[in-house]
């Protein structure tokens, strides 16, 4: 059994977003999120790949498809395939997030 710790691999940086891996495979990747204040993961899509953001700690303000929420810890936002979408940390403390993206990008791309 893989156990990891999302508060022990989080990490943040002043350059900008930290991404760290928690587990990929050639079908789905779970990264944890670094947001630290005033930085952002600019709009971008993925075609043929769904995402999931867990707000572990903090506020991040999203984007999807032009819609924009600040969404809190304990809640989850979901991103279909193809629809734009960014998040933002506006406030003062740290945002952490865990991200879950299925079928890897790298898999669709081979499917094509």
Not at 19 to 38: Q, T
Not at 49 to 68: N, P, Q, R, T
Request: hydrophobic share 30%; charged share 25%; proline share 5%.
């Amino acid at each position: 059994m893989d156990v990891k710790s999302v508060m022990d691999a989080r990490r943040f940086t002043p350059e900008k977003l930290a991404k760290v891996s928690l587990f990929e495979s050639e079908r789905m990747f779970c990264d944890v999120y670094g947001v630290s204040p005033g930085q952002e993961q600019k709009p971008h899509s993925h075609d043929g790949s769904d995402k999931v953001y867990y707000v572990v700690e903090g506020c991040g303000h999203f984007k999807i498809d032009g819609e924009l929420r600040s969404v809190g810890e304990k809640n989850v936002v979901y991103v279909p395939s193809g629809i734009e979408h960014s998040v933002r940390n506006e406030g003062t403390t740290n945002l952490t997030l865990l991200v879950w993206m299925a079928p890897h990008p790298n898999y669709v791309s081979r499917k094509l």
